[in-house]
């Protein structure tokens, strides 16, 4: 620095304006980093809402499914279809999943059993 009143202030200036053009770069990338962001997130709350639909639809169809066969049993009957359940865990769907199918086998021939002689269709 100079001993020059106006020269400091000149200088003074300067750096005033460079940290604020330096301030206003770094939000406006910091802009870009967020709407990213924002759109990422959305694309993956997009992509986990259709797999959830996906999954109620298989489940219902399995439901249907057992329901139809419970059909003309006054002795039994399939209540009310399941709920998503809040403590299933999202990393073990495909588990979840693959039990269906098979304890609906399963009830499906112990029903057999239980209704034998008559056929279910």
Do not use: C
């Not at 000149?10 to 924002?38: G, H, N, Y």
């Not at 986990?48 to 996906?54: D, G, H, L, V």
């Amino acid at each position: 620095m100079t001993d020059d009143p106006v020269a400091q202030y000149k200088e003074i200036l300067d750096l005033t304006r460079q940290a604020s053009q330096q301030l206003a770069d770094r939000e406006r990338r910091r802009r870009v980093e967020v709407v990213t962001e924002i759109t990422a997130a959305e694309k993956a709350i997009k992509q986990a809402t259709e797999q959830e639909e996906q999954v109620k639809k298989e489940i219902t169809g399995w439901w249907r499914q057992v329901a139809a066969r419970l059909a003309g049993l006054t002795w039994i009957t399939p209540g009310r279809p399941p709920e998503p359940d809040p403590a299933g865990r999202p990393d073990r769907l495909d588990t979840y999943l693959a039990e269906i199918e098979p304890a609906t086998n399963v009830f499906v021939a112990a029903l057999r059993k239980a209704v034998w002689p008559k056929k279910l269709s």
